[in-house]
């Protein structure tokens, strides 16, 4: 599609188990290089490989689609492996605990849901700036 | 008369051969010398009844043994009595009164019944009926204290006792019979008189059953007070004035007959029928039961209640009530009945801040709607007197000295209302029960009542406040059923509102690119499908779980594989014993519950530490083991914590665990956990084998996975 005019380092790891989310932040975010991945053991095989400075990360995903503890722990896991990693948390749950629980697990920005998609690259933008800041 | 000599020549042979045999051994008891006496007396006076009958003479002899036979067998009986009771002063004292009484009563007997031998027509109306009754009194008298005595027997000593107790009470309703015939009929029937012997003789063998069984001599230990209830007092009383009232009215039946002329018959029959029915009434009449209570209770008690089986009976009805509407009336006739109320109205604290009528019982419908701030609630709930509204009326100073008080006009006005009886609970005020009139307390109200119910009301207010806690508890849960579902329904919302958006703002730039249009139709017909789901689930027919068959190794396999893959430390390792073991479940519910302990045991450990995971079968069972040599936990916490929903040390929610043993447990197994500090944790999960499993015997490790066999250098 589009990743023909994007360099390689601008990666972009989706992890979301919803098909539809995952398509259509593929057409509207521009400017990266896009992975998909809808569960723990796909996202974390694609972070090795890839090695994306940004994720976006769905908290609900199987097998436990209506809790937050698979998000959790694949932000532990990509930090672990990418302590440099930008992983905004994306997330249908308003609760303030979740929020200030992935931020201080070390996720740059949560964003809570429904996408719109202008903001949302914003977020993306704002953490691929943060991390060319330090670089 | 030789069937006269021969009955009571039987009975004289029986009791003396008692009586010697009683006179053997010790003579260390009284009990034991008085039975000794009573059944020589009644040899001798059997004896006389066989003389007279074969030789004739001796009538006034036979006559005063008769009685003083009576009176030996009564004071047996009064001194067996006397053992069921601890050794005080007023004890003695009353015995030694029954005693004196008994002793006067029957000399007094005897001295009539000489005179009426003799020919002594003195008030000759009653000429031979006062010995008749005399008698009578003696077989009542005998029976309420053999009634006594077996009541205040224990259950261990019933076996044996129990023989004398049907000899003694057998040959005193004997009597009673054959002398209340007499008294009817005026004339001693001739039948019953020749089988009195032969009856008092059968009564022998009993009492020697008694003996052959060990009885004790005495009914009570020295240190035990034998409990007189008043239910026993209130049957005796009851006994004895229905017996009274029948020799009278047998009496009065008599002389109708004979004064009636040709209608005697017929008048004496009618007369005794009417009797009859007036006893029955009487015997039935709420009214005269609550009287003799409260007689009893003012005359025999220190206290007026026995505080025990009033609490029994309280907690019995309050138990027994298990419906909302059962539960209310139940309460309103644990606190009626302990003052023989015959109704009441229960007014409870409602959430819009007033009190109102709740349910009612044999008490006429009142819409009580009285703000929870008045002067009556506010009285009840600092006080928590039970207002008697009699004495309100007759002083109202009596409550008002306490606080202000103003009785509602619906219940100053209401001529039924008798006591108000606040519902406390943990000293708030929530509710009160208003009583009827009671026939009996009316006048006769006092602080033990005041007490009483004002405790009662309490145990009634926790047993309401409890069924409530329930019903707010379900409710609850059906809140959070529907909170979770609306956590559901927000969450789908928001994903498919971002997609469409999405699709809607992608549309602008990419709307000329077929394989935009493609990927714009799979989202769309994603949305389609969620909100599908979502129609499914709000219609309340729920996610319907996929129930198969499968292989629970490859399943763990696949399990520790994801978990693997994760590179979270330690590598799990799993150990299959037989790989063909099929469970039937939710694949990826079992799935999830899997890799959630085993999260959990990687949680708990280090990277050094090892966490493996077993699979073996156990007769109808699946048995999976994850067991790890992480922290451990302690007994308190296995307890008290790691089942509970919304309970973590991690920071989560903590309902892994929870759902896990649900889980497991609408399959028809079980969790059981094992844990010591510092050593590890074994989570076993027990669930039932499939009908298709076909195990295979031989062990073996089914998979090293690759982070594993990295680790090992392979």
């Not at chain 2, 009176?71 to 004196?100: C, E, G, H, P």
């Not at chain 2, 004496?268 to 009859?276: E, K, P, R």
């Not at chain 2, 249009?517 to 909100?531: G, L, P, Q, R, Y």
């Not at chain 2, 079968?617 to 914590?641: L, P, R, W």
Request: hydrophobic share 45%.
């Amino acid at each position: 599609m589009r990743s023909a005019n994007v360099a390689n380092n601008l990666k972009l790891l989706i992890v979301d188990d919803d098909e539809g989310i995952r398509t259509q932040l593929k057409w509207g975010l521009e400017g990266f290089d896009i992975i998909t991945a809808d569960s723990r053991q796909k996202a974390i095989e694609q972070f090795e490989k890839h090695r994306p400075v940004v994720v976006t990360l769905d908290l609900g995903l199987p097998p436990d689609v209506e809790g937050t503890s698979e998000g959790f722990a694949i932000l532990d896991a990509i930090l672990q492996r990418g302590p440099d990693t930008r992983v905004v948390v994306v997330s249908g749950s308003e609760e303030a605990v979740n929020s200030q629980k992935a931020k201080a697990s070390g996720a740059f920005d949560f964003y809570a849901k429904p996408i719109q998609i202008e903001s949302l690259q914003k977020v993306v933008s704002l953490a691929y700036a943060s991390y060319l800041e330090i670089k | 008369m030789y069937v006269e000599a021969i009955s009571f020549g039987v009975s004289t042979i029986l009791f003396i051969i008692l009586g010697l045999i009683m006179l053997t051994g010790r003579q260390d008891n009284l009990p034991k010398t008085m039975l000794a006496i009573a059944s020589l007396v009644s040899a001798a006076w059997s004896g006389t009844v066989t003389y007279q009958a074969v030789f004739g003479g001796l009538l006034s002899f036979a006559l005063l043994l008769e009685l003083f036979r009576s009176l030996a067998w009564l004071a047996f009986l009064l001194v067996m009595l006397r053992t069921a009771y601890n050794s005080t002063d007023q004890v003695n004292k009353n015995f030694k009164i029954t005693f004196v009484g008994l002793g006067i009563f029957i000399v007094g007997l005897m001295m009539l019944a000489l005179y009426r031998v003799s020919g002594g027509s003195f008030f000759e109306f009653i000429a031979g009926n006062d010995v008749l009754v005399g008698h009578l009194l003696i077989s009542i008298g005998g029976i309420v204290i053999v009634e006594q005595l077996y009541r205040n027997t224990s259950e261990d000593q019933r076996w044996a006792l129990k023989y004398l107790w049907i000899a003694v009470g057998a040959m005193f309703a004997y009597d009673f019979y054959l002398y209340s015939d007499a008294f009817l009929f005026q004339r001693i029937d001739n039948e019953l008189w020749n089988a009195r012997g032969f009856i008092h003789g059968m009564v022998v063998p009993l009492i020697g059953v008694a003996i052959k069984r060990e009885m004790q001599w005495t009914l009570g230990e020295e240190t035990i007070d034998i409990f007189l209830s008043r239910r026993i007092v209130f049957h005796t009383t009851t006994l004895l004035a229905s017996g009274i009232y029948l020799i009278f009215i047998g009496f009065g039946g008599y002389y109708v007959r004979e004064m009636g002329g040709g209608w005697g018959v017929v008048a004496q029959s009618t007369f005794l029928f009417a009797a009859l029915l007036v006893l029955a009434v009487l015997f039935f009449s709420m009214k005269i039961r609550a009287r003799i209570k409260v007689m009893i209770d003012k005359h025999f008690f220190h206290y007026k209640y026995d505080y025990r089986e009033e609490w029994l009976r309280i907690i019995r009805t309050l138990s027994l009530q298990d419906t909302d509407k059962g539960l209310h009336i139940g309460a309103i006739r644990a606190l009626a009945q302990i003052i023989d109320s015959p109704g009441g109205l229960l007014v409870m604290e409602r959430d819009n801040g007033y009190f109102e009528s709740d349910e009612r019982w044999n008490f006429e419908r009142i819409n009580v709607r009285e703000p929870v701030n008045t002067t009556l609630h506010r009285f009840l709930a600092e006080h928590q007197f039970v207002i008697s509204l009699d004495e309100y009326n007759e002083d109202p100073d009596m409550y008002t000295r306490l606080g202000p008080l103003d009785i509602p006009e619906w219940l100053s006005s209401n001529k039924d209302a008798w006591l108000v009886v606040p519902l406390v609970l943990q000293e708030h005020l929530m509710g009160y029960i208003v009583l009827s009139r009671s026939a009996s307390h009316e006048r006769y109200f006092n602080w033990e009542d005041s007490d009483l119910l004002k405790t009662a009301g309490r145990q009634a207010a926790s047993h309401l406040a409890q069924y409530e806690s329930a019903q707010a508890l379900v409710s609850a849960k059906r809140f959070e059923e529907v909170n979770r579902l609306s956590a559901f329904i927000v969450h789908d919302i928001k994903n498919m509102v971002g997609q469409l958006s999405m699709v809607v703002s992608n549309a602008a730039k990419h709307k000329k690119n077929p394989m935009f249009i493609d990927d714009a139709i799979i989202t769309v017909e994603n949305s389609v499908n969620k909100m599908n789901k979502l129609l499914v689930r709000l219609r309340g027919e729920g996610e319907v779980e996929k129930d198969v068959a499968f292989s629970l190794c490859e399943l763990l396999e696949e399990s520790v594989s994801a978990c693997s893959a994760t590179g979270t430390l330690p590598i799990p390792v799993l150990h299959c014993r037989a790989e063909q073991i099929m469970i039937t479940a939710d694949k990826d519910r079992m799935s999830a519950n899997i890799a959630h302990i085993i999260q959990n045991a990687q949680d708990a450990t280090n990277n050094t530490d090892s966490i493996t995971v077993r699979l073996r079968k156990q007769n109808s069972y699946a048995v999976i083991e994850i067991a790890d040599t992480g922290e451990g936990m302690d007994e308190k916490f296995i307890h008290d914590k790691l089942f509970q929903p919304f309970e973590s040390t991690k920071g989560t929610m903590g309902i892994g665990v929870f759902q896990v043993r649900e889980y497991v447990h609408k399959l028809g197994g079980q969790l059981d956990v094992e844990s010591e500090e510092g050593v590890g944790t074994i989570f076993r999960l027990h669930i039932p084998l499939s009908s298709s499993t076909q195990s295979a015997n031989n062990a073996h490790i089914v998979n090293l996975n690759k982070h594993e066999k990295r680790k090992r250098g392979e």
